[in-house]
């Protein structure tokens, strides 16, 4: 597998949290090696944190709803 192919097959395992801490040390030395593509893992990784972030709050809202509208059903 070519560098850059293993740095975003490592990049996609560490956003997805299923990298180990072997694969971590592996993804830190081609980084090392290869500076070029450390900007593009930044704002994929900077990205990627907004959407999961989205995504909670968007959870924790239709939660938030639906316990709202079972307290709403107990008062009546």
Same mark, same amino acid.
């Given at each position: 597998? +070519? =560098? @850059?192919? +293993?740095?975003w097959?490592?990049?996609? &395992?560490?956003?997805?949290k299923e990298a180990?801490? =072997? %694969?971590?040390? %592996?993804?830190? @030395?081609l980084l &090392? @090696? /290869?500076? /070029?593509? #450390?900007?593009? !893992?930044? !704002?994929?990784? #900077? *990205? *990627?944190? %907004? #959407? !999961?972030?989205?995504e909670?709050?968007?959870? %924790? =809202? +239709?939660l938030?709803? @639906? $316990?709202?509208? &079972? $307290?709403?059903?107990n008062e #009546?």
């Amino acid at each position: 597998m +070519r =560098t @850059k192919d +293993r740095i975003w097959a490592l990049v996609a &395992k560490r956003l997805a949290k299923e990298a180990t801490i =072997t %694969e971590l040390q %592996e993804l830190n @030395k081609l980084l &090392k @090696k /290869s500076a /070029s593509i #450390d900007w593009q !893992i930044k !704002i994929i990784a #900077d *990205w *990627w944190k %907004e #959407d !999961i972030q989205e995504e909670i709050a968007e959870k %924790e =809202t +239709r939660l938030f709803q @639906k $316990i709202k509208g &079972k $307290i709403k059903v107990n008062e #009546d």
